[in-house]
T-cell receptor, first 112, second 114 residues
Framework: KNEVEQSPQNLTAQEGEFITINCSYS?????LHWLQQHPGGGIVSLFM???GKKKHGRLIATINIQEKHSSLHITASHPRDSAVYIC??????????????FGTGTRLQVTL | DTEVTQTPKHLVMGMTNKKSLKCEQH?????MYWYKQKAKKPPELMFV???????INESVPSRFSPECPNSSLLNLHLHALQPEDSALYLC?????????????FGDGTRLSIL
């Protein structure tokens, strides 16, 4: 079992829909990254959070440390949001510093 | 446009060739990373440089040789690669490796080994 699990693995939505991507982890973490990877390959850092909630434009990320769970929400989805969304965590063990442990990603397709 | 620039974007090479991948950032970050990513898989960490010194080598074969000439540049020298080394190679940087900071990624170099 992976230390970081994402669901769903694949998601198709129509333009305008509200989208939720989930990330659960089984280890102690100090922070969590949400990343976006477009088909060309480049990765964009969307959020880094260790508690509560962050918002940027149409994107909202939440984390519940006690439940070891984070969600990424996209409001008013658009075809340009089509990408792979990756959850990655910084483990809280000493000595691992900035090493990220990645989830397997959620492939999102938004259609017109 | 990303703040981490990788060149070339695509590279095709034979198993006997020697080539280098380059990565550059001008954000003043002191930690730089190489990742390897196979299709439909998450990135796998290969190397970490912190303050221009190699901090982590994730048991990467010696046919991959990293180099950090200065705090803005990171190279990955390739020699005698195998077909299974075909992948997307991503470079990333962060402010500091010792404190957990967001990592900024480049667009990657897509490498094909013939």
């Amino acid at each position: 079992k992976n230390e970081v699990e994402q669901s769903p693995q694949n998601l198709t939505a129509q333009e305008g829909e509200f989208i939720t991507i989930n990330c659960s982890y089984s280890v102690g973490i100090s922070a969590l990254h949400w990343l976006q990877q477009h088909p060309g390959g480049g990765i964009v850092s969307l959020f880094m959070l260790s508690s509560g909630k962050k918002k940027h434009g149409r994107l909202i990320a939440t984390i519940n440390i006690q439940e070891k769970h984070s969600s990424l929400h996209i409001t008013a989805s658009h075809p340009r949001d089509s990408a792979v969304y990756i959850c990655a965590v910084f483990l809280s063990c000493t000595g691992t510093a900035s090493k990220l442990t990645f989830g397997t990603g959620t492939r999102l397709q938004v259609t017109l | 446009d990303t703040e981490v620039t990788q060149t070339p974007k695509h590279l095709v090479m034979g198993m006997t060739n020697k080539k280098s991948l380059k990565c550059e950032q001008h954000m003043g970050h002191r930690a730089m990373y190489w990742y390897k990513q196979k299709a439909k898989k998450p990135p796998e960490l290969m190397f970490v440089y912190s303050y221009e010194k190699l901090s982590i080598n994730e048991s990467v074969p010696s046919r991959f040789s990293p180099e950090c000439p200065n705090s803005s540049l990171l190279n990955l020298h390739l020699h005698a690669l195998q077909p299974e080394d075909s992948a997307l190679y991503l470079c990333a940087s962060s402010q500091d490796y010792r404190t957990r900071q967001p990592q900024h990624f480049g667009d990657g170099t897509r490498l094909s080994i013939l």
